[in-house]
């Protein structure tokens, strides 16, 4: 294998991406922890007989469920763009050995084994290192679905189905 990609990052795209890996990695969180909680506040709610308290866990719990994932998603994008040595342009080298990234200011290369997991979104591939620390490759920097699709068979045979 060897691919070509190239891409301009732009907040949107970026944004999607991390909402879209923010949501898969804080899944367990809002499933488990908030219900939880908002639970205890319910219960303390009805052992005072207090509504208050009752509405206010079940407009805490929705509000951390709907808006949490967005307001994560934003601040990495901020947090993305406010390192200036990432550049805009970007420049990936795709090799059965290794992965090559070059922007308007640096230049890197990573062997395969540093990727622990991947994850497939519609408009990127996100290779993850661990939790936290991932790369973006956005899809519109193929040539064609046929270099996708060779892209996505190469990380199922390196490191197996998408996360």
């Not at 200011?105 to 290779?127: C, D, G, H, I, Q």
């Amino acid at each position: 294998m060897n691919i070509i990609v190239e891409f301009d990052q732009d907040r949107s795209s970026v944004y999607k991406c991390m909402k879209f890996y923010g949501g898969k990695v804080h899944s367990r969180f809002l499933r488990l922890v908030v219900p939880t909680v908002c639970l205890f506040i319910a219960l303390a709610g009805l052992a005072l007989t207090n509504e208050k308290l009752l509405y206010l866990a079940l407009v805490l719990g929705a509000a951390i469920v709907y808006v949490g994932p967005s307001v994560d998603a934003w601040l990495s994008t901020r947090r993305h763009f406010s390192n200036p040595s990432l550049g805009n342009g970007v420049r990936f080298e795709l090799t059965d050995e290794k992965l090559s990234s070059q922007t308007d200011v640096s230049a890197s290369t990573a062997e395969w084994r540093l990727f622990t997991k991947w994850m497939e979104s519609p408009e990127a591939f996100l290779l993850i290192i661990r939790k936290g620390r991932f790369l973006i490759i956005l899809k519109c920097g193929f040539q064609d679905e046929n270099q996708i699709a060779e892209f996505r068979q190469f990380l199922v045979s390196r490191m197996g189905k998408a996360a």
